[in-house]
């Protein structure tokens, strides 16, 4: 991932050249530059499957999503043990 010094580079450069965005926004979005960033150095330092794969890696959403998958798993278990008693 891109260090604060990377940050503060990157955040020169869009000043010093005219792009407009609030401190606030920058901010609370630094997280999904660091992403988009590294995603971009890992398509330069090797292909865009590994800088895909870095990025679905490192993207909260995802996170979220495997923590739920035993919740799921036990949801989907359940249901189907509830049509079984149904059937019978």
Known sequence: MPDSAS???LHAYLQKNGYTFTEAAFTRDTDWIKRYLAKEMYIWAFDVNESDKVF??????VAQ???????ASA???NARKVIVERMK
């Open 7 to 9: 940050l503060e580079q």
């Open 56 to 61: 679905a890696l490192t993207d909260p959403e």
């Open 65 to 71: 999503a495997v923590q739920a998958m035993p919740r």
């Open 75 to 77: 949801l989907s278990q």
